[in-house]
């Protein structure tokens, strides 16, 4: 079982930048893809980012050019480094470990216009 942990998230005016950090406990994430969703207020949850275990990303089209995710299996935490946010980026952001149930509890991030 893995237990994860968000921080990072809080409220910013458009144009500003936010990082999330997803800390792993009760196993190593190094081999797993990891993925960033957002779900809006109304609205279905959505893959945001996704990095595998050798370090390849993949991105959502309203986000590419301005998110990216990382990753440091030595301090088993992946990150979502935000830039460029605007109003419609306000959501709250889980990440996951891929094809799995393992989810952490969520950070709201919050764009102001």
């Known amino acids: 079982q893995v237990q994860l942990v968000e921080s990072g998230g809080g409220l910013v005016q458009a144009g500003g930048s936010l990082r999330l950090s997803c800390a792993a406990s009760g196993s190593s994430l190094s081999m797993y893809a990891m993925r960033w969703y957002r779900q809006a207020p109304g609205k279905q949850r959505e893959v945001v980012a996704t990095?595998?275990?050798?370090?390849?990303?993949n991105y959502a089209d309203s986000v590419k050019g301005r998110f990216t995710i990382s990753r440091d299996n030595a301090k088993n935490t992946v990150y979502l480094q935000m830039s460029s946010l605007k109003p419609e980026d306000t959501a709250v952001y889980y990440c996951n470990v891929a094809y799995t149930n393992w989810w952490g509890q969520g950070a709201q991030v919050t764009v102001s216009s």
């Open positions: 990095i595998n275990s050798g370090g390849s990303t």
